[in-house]
């Protein structure tokens, strides 16, 4: 009986992904646990292994295809080798929760005629996403309604912590073009560009989609309120320099964004309402009792934005080594979705590629970003005297929601007080 | 004090005191707004708890204490005969029952720090409600309003004459006397239940119903159960019939049975049925509309009416009257009022007749089902077949299962047997869940229990 594998559920929040590569070919026997597909998520690039072993019949997807969760990818036929007899579950990708998912029953049945099947809790979750249930086609039994199944279905793709932030170079043009999910504003119609000269157009790739939209929602959610301030690093970038040798020894090497980090993460344990967020519905604000800083990172195939645990309480040195592995993993594309989810704030440094000042959109659902300019010797007056010093110019980005500007202004200074005296990064932990 | 004078804002005023009044004020308290209930009587528990459910379970309980007794002398007990003094028995009923989950509902208002206001409620405009208590006025601004006042039994006309021997439930309920002779007018679950309650006490009662069978509307394979034993218990009952009229003649009620004669009662029970109290409250005030049938008031989903700041819950809001509905609509209006995604969009509302054998039901029967397209396949189980049914000499019940044909699901369940109404809570959960047979047929039920019967009737569907 042929045997039809469907987009597994890849977890919280995500609820569709590219396909990069197809790493079978029709008509072949391949084992359970071989690679299948090459998918890339707003959140990683990972790769599908087989949930059974068997002859892959038909190849539903191609690369640059953007397919939903449960939409079907592969469909086997077991004669050729033999096939597990119990439902192929196990099939998510590397990092993801395992969930049973995977293989779709050939059709599920045509909806019945009055109430959708479905708990009064997943009900509640799809008026609170704005899907109509009858609109929603149920993978669980019977053809209920799972939770999965709104949340595939929801207009917008919920925003989960750790998500993407600004926006860096475009990823490759791929996939066909589709109208990008909206919040709610209508974008009025463009006029013919074509009337003044040729133009072209190019389909969005599938980072840069997740961008745009990710972008549009916190930017037209939150009211967005930027504090600049500049911090003195002159005596920190010499421990720095002093201590490169000896971090090198240890295997790691020392760089500004550690201390960053470490200052953000104990200026933040201080002004809880910057390490939370809003939950509008309640009217309640959520404050985490966890500190999980994201770090926005260049990649090949455009920005993205790793997590480190518990900030606060881990030294210096053990933030550095963390990130360089970190940010190395996402690089090579080898992040799991762990390693990119359960961020509760957002340090984005763009001082390598120039620039004074840049005023980085919030990371939804988190309230608060710390945009990271390049340091430079300027001329400070010391007691009377003009002296060079290395300033270093942050721009706090925060939802007026939650905090005021006095709120912002004493945040960011406890940031910018800790880079000034490095040595309370010694001994606060 | 003068009109006027006194004007409270509140983000919410509940208008009726009752089940879906005080479940909407409570959890609107909960989630932080501030309420009143404006009671005409004030005090919590309406119609239910002071002249309902409460009070008239509470006598069916007597009424099932003196049949197990007098069933007792099946297996070699013999209690006698009994003997019923009405002073206690309204005491116990009155203070020991009503009364303690009235001081219960009152500590909890308190608790919550919901003001019961007592007088009627009448809307002046869509903000405004003016509460009227002899000549005293009081106003109050609210923010949003939720009607929660209920329904009240039904007349006949030229039936409901103004006797004190002519009763409504409520007037049944305080149990003036035993009569010797009751007369039950209508066949419903009121009529059933009131007339097992006399019957037990000592009544003669006889039924009368203007359609051809107890319970309309019920599965006849449910009602017959019940209809084998009020068979026993009443005097008599005659179905098809009217009342044509009652007339009160010396300490006696003479009724004209059509096409039976005139027959002379001590007491007549009028139970035809209960209607929505949905008049002069000004609603015609504020934009909220009534449907031209019953007189109920028009909601959505939400338990919004028209009026954008007035939303109903309950009785008052239509079919089925019944408290755990208005209960829950309750809470999904205060959960909307605090911005919640909630709404009223439940599957299955379980409906329970406290007689002896009890029925029970909830979703969909083998008819419903029919008519909304679905294909439906259905199971029976008799409890001649039950262990635990044995043990308790009542082998007269019977679980039905109604199932989707094409997805297994469970849609709709119907039980008849002692204890139906406690029963009935595992289908209720099922259907709403949307369950499939399979998971109540693979799912442990303690033996012996009644409860095994629906996993009987499970598997009997798998086949």
């Not at chain 2, 009152?106 to 919550?112: D, I, L, R, S, W």
């Not at chain 2, 039901?361 to 909304?372: D, K």
Request: overall charge negative; aromatic content about 4%; hydrophobic content about 45%.
């Amino acid at each position: 009986m042929p045997r039809q594998f469907a987009l597994p559920d890849l977890g919280e929040g995500l609820t569709e992904a590219e396909i990069i590569a197809v790493l079978v070919r029709e008509g072949d026997v391949i084992k359970e646990d071989a690679p299948l597909l090459e998918v890339e998520t707003d959140k990683a690039q990972v790769e599908i292994p087989s949930p059974i072993a068997g002859r892959v019949e038909q190849i539903h997807v191609q690369p640059g295809q953007t397919v939903k969760v449960g939409a079907v990818l592969v469909t086997f036929s077991d004669d050729g080798a033999a096939t597990r007899s119990a439902p192929a579950a196990a099939a998510a990708p590397r990092g993801a929760p395992a969930r049973p998912a995977a293989p779709t029953p050939p059709a599920s049945p045509a909806p019945a005629a009055g109430p959708v099947a479905a708990t009064p809790a997943t009900r509640r979750l799809a008026r609170e996403l704005g899907v109509d249930l009858k609109t929603v086609g149920g993978t669980g039994p019977g053809g209920r309604v799972l939770d999965g199944d709104v949340r595939a279905a929801a207009p917008t793709p919920r925003a989960t912590p750790g998500a993407t932030p600004p926006p860096a170079k475009p990823a490759a043009p791929a996939g066909t073009a589709r109208p990008l999910a909206s919040v709610g504003l209508e974008t009025p119609p463009l006029p013919r560009f074509e009337q003044w000269g040729p133009v072209e157009r190019a389909p969005l790739s599938h980072l840069r989609r997740t961008i745009a939209e990710r972008m549009t929602l916190s930017a037209t959610l939150i009211p967005h309120v930027t504090h600049f301030d500049r911090a003195d690093i002159t005596d920190l970038d010499a421990i720095i320099t002093r201590n490169l040798e000896a971090a090198r020894a240890k295997g790691v090497t020392l760089t500004l964004t550690g201390f960053i980090l470490k200052a953000a993460a104990l200026a933040l344990r201080d002004h809880p309402q910057f390490n939370a967020s809003l939950d509008p519905a309640a009217g309640e604000l959520i404050l985490k009792r966890y500190h999980h800083l994201g770090v926005a990172v260049a990649t090949d195939r455009g920005l993205i934005v790793p997590v480190l645990r518990d900030v606060d309480q881990k030294p210096v040195l053990e933030i550095a080594r963390e990130l360089a592995a970190l940010a190395q993993r996402v690089r090579e594309g080898k992040a799991a979705l762990e390693d990119l989810r359960g961020g509760t704030f957002t340090i984005t440094n763009i001082g390598a590629l120039g620039g004074t000042a840049a005023i980085p959109i919030i990371n939804y659902p988190e309230v608060a970003i710390l945009g990271v300019a390049r340091a430079r010797l300027e001329p400070v007056v010391r007691q009377g005297q003009i002296v060079p010093r290395l300033l270093l110019p942050l721009t706090l980005t925060f939802d007026h929601r939650v905090a005021d500007g006095a709120d912002g202004a004493r945040f960011a200074t406890e940031i910018v007080s800790r880079l000034e005296a490095p040595e309370r990064l010694l001994w606060e932990w | 004090m003068v009109m006027g004078d006194l004007v409270d804002e509140v983000d919410v005023a509940v208008v009726g005191g009752g089940p879906g009044g005080y479940s909407a004020a409570f959890r609107c308290a909960e989630l932080g707004l501030e309420t009143v209930v404006i009671d005409a009587d004030k005090r919590l528990g309406g119609a239910c708890l002071f002249e309902g459910c409460i009070p008239s379970k509470a006598l069916l309980h007597v009424a099932a204490v003196l049949s197990d007794a007098a069933r007792a002398r099946e297996f070699g007990v013999d209690f006698g005969e009994p003997r019923i003094s009405l002073d206690p028995l309204r005491k116990w009923k009155q203070e020991r029952v009503v009364g303690k989950l009235a001081r219960g509902l009152a500590g909890v208002a308190k608790a919550k720090k919901v003001e019961v206001i007592g007088g009627r409620g009448v809307f002046e405009d869509s903000t405004t409600l003016r509460v009227e208590r002899g000549d005293v006025l009081r106003k109050i601004r609210f923010k949003h309003a939720i009607v929660a006042t209920g329904s009240r039994p039904s007349g006949l006309p030229g039936v409901t004459i103004d006797s004190e021997r002519v009763m409504d439930s409520t007037a049944a309920l305080e149990l003036p006397e035993i009569p010797e002779r009751l007369l039950v007018i209508g066949g419903g679950y009121i009529g059933l239940e009131m007339g097992t309650v006399y019957a037990a006490l000592g009544s003669r009662v006889t039924l009368v119903e203007m359609t051809d069978g107890l319970l309309p509307g019920v599965d006849r394979d449910l009602v017959q159960p019940l209809q084998r034993r009020v068979d026993k218990i009443f005097a008599a009952i005659h179905l098809g019939t009217k009342v044509a009229a009652i007339r009160e003649v010396g300490s006696e009620i003479e009724a004209d049975l059509e096409g039976r004669g005139t027959e002379r009662f001590d007491r007549v029970l009028v139970a035809v049925g209960r209607r929505a109290q949905s008049g002069g409250l000004g609603l015609e005030a504020t934009r909220a509309r009534l449907t031209e049938r019953g007189g109920f008031i028009q909601v959505d989903d939400r338990c919004r009416t028209d009026d954008p700041r007035i939303y109903a819950v309950g009785d008052v809001t239509g079919e089925p009257m019944l408290a755990h509905r208005a209960m829950r609509q309750g809470k999904v209006v205060a959960e909307v009022l605090a911005g919640r995604p909630a709404a009223f969009d439940n599957v299955a509302i379980p409906a329970v007749v406290f007689t002896d054998p009890e029925i029970a039901w909830c979703g969909l029967n083998e008819a419903q089902a029919e008519s909304q397209g679905v294909e439906a396949k259905v199971s029976k189980f008799q409890w001649a077949a039950s262990g635990r049914a044995a043990t308790i000499g009542r082998s007269d019940g019977l679980t039905k299962l109604v199932a989707d044909a094409r997805s297994g699901r469970l849609i709709g369940v119907g039980i008849v047997g002692p204890g139906a109404g406690e029963l009935i809570a595992e289908a209720t959960l099922a259907v709403e869940t949307a369950a499939l047979v399979e998971d109540v047929a693979a799912t442990i039920h303690a033996h012996p229990t009644l409860s095994e019967t629906l996993m009987e009737a499970a598997e009997n569907l798998l086949g």
